[in-house]
């Protein structure tokens, strides 16, 4: 296989293989844009790497090429003495991980070649040495392993209070001596100044940094496949650290945080490389560069323009200026928060450059349900504190901690945490994860916890330079004075930059109220959202259903867009007050007892179905016959046993009776024990009693529509029992309804096209499915251990709650197939949890159900991905 591609071979299509940066420096060299000339080892060569350990065969003779190839481009050889070729070595896998992996610049500088680049860059040693210090910095830290703290703090105490820029040559030659001291005290070796032995080393480096705990952290967090591996792009390097007319910088074609078309960016002047992201210094704005270079600026202008139309979306773009000429290092189409994900699409769609199908696959369910997260009240009365950027919306409150391991651990105790910090770094990222929002005091809307929190969807205030925070002793100081110490309550607005002392209220989204029909249509987030959403109703395929069980559930439903009610559960109805009837009904000695119960129980029910007919009046509602396990209705067996011990000869008979009953039903797993259609089998009445109450709600409401499910059916001749009763009540109150089962048992999966003949339809439960066909708890395993099978990768996500396609989705496919080959018209829904998560939405399209059923809030989420997914 080929392993090296020259910039001017790849393409922006070429991700797989080159890795995002890779491909689309390849594309912009195509464009002839001013991308220094370079060329990407594949992600083949990665993944190759990462099994032997070893170069695969051919590697190294394909670099040494491509090199050549660059020299013979460039007139200068990697490291020459007097003229040296410099390269940066840099990862990029095909998602972006910002910040997860390594990158080396300057490689090929040693002793010598230091002298070499003075000259080039006209006697400038500063420059030089400067460099020098910075590769031997990032080499010794990336790729050696050696901790950075220690040539963090040779430059401070070097440094000595004065500002970087104010640095000399001599300075930074004697870091170099420093750096070396430390590489050699670190390692035992010395720095290795051979260039080609450098480069060779940096890749590896960047090779092996895929399986760095960080990044795979990173992109489990972000659902990213762990065996895709990285390229590695070898750049010939520019320089923005050669005098105060270069420097380096990162631009957005459109406001990430809005979408608002503009100029929007940092630029660090005198600066090279990671200086910008790393919010290291505070930057300039690209108005700013206006000033100082307008010819730069114009053409950094017209540049983003040009990739703005090529790619039809946001870009993102990474440039360095080397003595008064504009140098491209990385362009991607931008991470950007939810909100401007809507109106960026729908402002594309209102220039001409995409139309409405292409917008809605531009937007996702997550970025939906992140619109419909509270936020903070206008006029809230809290006392601001501080006012940062805001890098990421939402409203975020918790108790401020200030490292990464505080915040996992109060998080770990269910705690609300804010992760306050100068700055984050890569190290960070666990505690970001675990934090409620991430607060910084320096660094712009490109630093780290800008970039890596809008690309988690947590709320982000960044730079809020009044702050001074203070790591050490666990504590922030205000102005006025006011201190904020670990523990205490924070407040944050990602969507305005304050900062708030205590706990703020917050109010609904202004998306939500859109859907509960009192938004403000003027808004133009809510506009953006109600085009998108009208178009994708008018391109899905898949009805969306609610899973409902009381009237205010089932009314907001409507609203939100729900199209019927795919799962009443009954069991929730005989919980609180009547409780009592139910345990009455299932201790019930005589027949009489247990009418007596029913009859109790009948008008209440009624009552609960006539509302929740009268809310959907017009669309279909699925009424599951009671579904629980036995123990949730009846008093705690060991508790019981107890008081009736304690009270001994003074225990009350009707204690006694109750003891005995409880004990006789007890079970060992009442997961897989008397619950659903079994329960309905074995109490003579129950089912009946529920079903009159469904005909008789149904007869009183004009436009009603009943469908009646039973639960945890495994065979045919289960459903037949009740099917039958259930017509006969139906036919005697003259009321229609659809009889159909719940798919939740393996066993009824692989006999479907047996249950189908009793059954009109099917809804799968892929939440006891899961269950079932796992043999995992689902009350009990995910805490139990998941986090080790996630840790593992066994699975990427939870099972029950993304649909597992392999195993559970197998068993749903073939039911869905062998269901319709005895029925054609067998309707084929799904309730579980599954049915509101945007991959098992796709899934369900895939497989040619006829609706999902979910959770209120997650409709809209669900009608959108249900477009995404035919389109
Ligand atoms: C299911 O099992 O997926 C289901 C919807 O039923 P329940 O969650 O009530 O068991
Ligand atoms: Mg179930």
Not at 185 to 213: C, I, K, L, Y
Not at 284 to 296: A, N
Not at 440 to 466: N, P
Not at 640 to 657: F, N, S
């Amino acid at each position: 296989p080929k392993y090296v591609y020259d910039f001017t071979e790849g393409n922006k299509d070429l991700k797989d293989l080159l890795g995002g940066k890779g491909a689309n420096l390849a594309e912009m060299t195509n464009l002839g844009l001013p991308v220094p000339p370079g060329f990407t080892i594949t992600t083949d060569a990665c993944r190759s790497f990462l099994a032997d350990a070893a170069f695969p065969d051919g590697l190294e003779e394909e670099i040494s090429e491509h090199l050549a190839a660059l020299e013979a481009r460039m007139g200068r050889r990697l490291g020459q003495a007097d003229d040296p070729l410099l390269v940066s070595v840099r990862s990029g896998a095909a998602f972006s991980m910002p910040g997860m992996m390594e990158t080396v610049l300057n490689i090929g500088l040693n002793d010598d070649s230091v002298r070499g680049l003075a000259k080039q860059a006209g006697g400038n040693e500063r420059f030089a040495w400067d460099s020098y210090r910075r590769l031997i910095q990032m080499f010794g830290k990336t790729v050696q392993g050696i901790d950075g703290e220690l040539f963090d703090d040779a430059l401070e105490e070097l440094k000595d209070g004065r500002a970087d820029l104010d640095l000399q040559a001599a300075d930074f030659q004697r870091l170099v001596a420093t750096y070396k001291d430390i590489v050699r005290a670190q390692t035992g070796e010395d720095f290795p100044a051979d260039p080609h032995r450098q480069m060779n080393m940096a890749v590896r480096a960047v090779f092996e940094s895929w399986n760095a705990p960080r990044a795979v952290l990173y992109r489990r967090q972000e659902r990213i496949p762990a065996d895709l591996g990285t390229a590695v792009n070898v750049c010939s390097m520019v320089f923005g650290n050669c005098g105060m007319d270069s420097g380096t910088g990162v631009a957005f074609t459109r406001d990430p945080g809005t979408g608002h078309q503009g100029v929007y960016g940092d630029y660090l002047q005198n600066a090279q490389g990671e200086d910008v992201v790393a919010g290291i210094r505070n930057t300039m704005s690209l108005q700013e560069l206006e000033g100082i270079d307008k010819p730069v600026y114009d053409e950094l202008l017209r540049i983003m323009d040009t990739l703005e139309n090529h790619y039809r979306d946001l870009c993102d773009i990474e440039f360095t200026v080397e003595r008064g000429k504009l140098w491209m290092l990385q362009t991607r189409v931008g991470k950007r928060t939810a909100g401007a994900a809507f109106r960026i699409a729908v402002q594309l769609v209102d220039q001409g450059v995409i139309d409405l199908d292409e917008a809605v696959t531009r937007v996702s369910g997550d970025q939906l349900a992140q619109l419909m997260f509270p936020r903070f009240a206008k006029d809230t009365g809290g006392t601001v504190i501080a006012k940062g950027m805001n890098a990421s919306p939402g409203a975020a409150v918790g108790k401020a901690v200030f490292c990464t391991e505080r915040a996992v651990e109060l998080a770990g105790r269910g705690e609300a945490v804010i992760l306050v910090r100068r700055e984050t770094n890569p190290d960070d990222l666990a505690g970001m994860i675990a934090a409620q929002g991430v607060l910084t005091s320096r660094g712009g809307k490109t630093s780290h916890a800008a970039v890596v929190a809008r690309g988690m969807g947590k709320t982000c205030v960044c730079g809020a330079e009044e702050l001074e925070v203070s790591t050490r002793e666990r504590r922030f100081t205000a102005p006025g004075g006011v201190v904020v110490s670990e523990g205490d309550v924070i407040s944050i607005d990602g969507s305005s930059g304050l900062v708030y002392l205590g706990e703020v209220p917050v109010v609904p989204s202004p998306v939500v109220e859109y859907f509960e029909g009192t938004g403000d249509l003027d808004d133009e987030l809510v506009r953006a959202v109600d085009r998108i959403m009208s178009h994708a109703d008018a391109r899905r395929r898949l009805q969306v259903r609610a899973n409902a069980d009381n009237a205010e559930d089932a009314a907001r439903a409507r609203r939100f867009g729900a199209q019927g009610i795919g799962l009443c559960r009954t069991e929730h109805m005989f919980l609180g007050e009547r409780r009592q009837l139910v345990e009455d009904l299932v201790l019930a000695s005589s027949d009489e007892e247990r009418e007596r119960a029913l009859a109790a129980l009948e008008p209440l029910q009624r009552a609960d179905f006539t509302e929740i007919f009268q809310a959907m009046a017009g669309l279909p509602v699925t009424i599951r016959l009671i579904d629980p396990p036995l123990h949730e209705f009846l008093p705690d067996y060991t508790e019981l046993a107890v008081k009736v011990a304690l009270a001994g000869d003074a225990a009350e008979e009707k204690d006694r009776r109750l003891l005995a009953a409880v004990k006789r039903l007890h079970e060992q797993n009442p997961m897989l024990g008397l619950r659903g259609v079994r329960l309905g089998l074995v109490i003579p009445g129950l089912f009946a009693m529920q079903v009159r109450a469904i005909a008789d709600a149904a007869a009183a409401v004009p436009g009603a529509r009943a469908e009646i499910m039973i639960p945890l059916v495994g065979a045919v001749q289960e459903l037949e029992h009740v099917r039958d009763e259930a017509r006969r009540i139906l036919a005697e109150a003259g009321v229609e309804a659809l009889v159909g089962t719940m798919i939740e048992v393996p066993r009824a999966a692989l006999t479907a096209g047996q249950i189908a003949e009793a059954a009109e339809f099917f809804s799968f439960g892929t939440n006891d499915l899961t269950q079932m066909t796992w043999g995992f708890s689902r009350d009990d395993v995910e805490a139990a251990f998941f986090s080790k099978y996630l840790e593992l990768g066994v699975f990427g996500v939870s099972p029950f709650e993304t649909l597992d396609r392999d195993g559970v989705g197998r068993l749903v496919a073939l039911a869905a197939e062998e269901g319709r080959r005895t029925r054609p018209d067998l309707k084929l829904g799904i309730c579980g949890e599954h049915g509101g998560d945007p991959a098992s939405v796709h899934f369900c399209h895939q497989v040619g159900l006829d609706y999902v059923s979910c959770s209120p809030f997650r409709i809209p989420v669900a009608r959108l991905e249900a477009a995404r997914a035919a389109l």
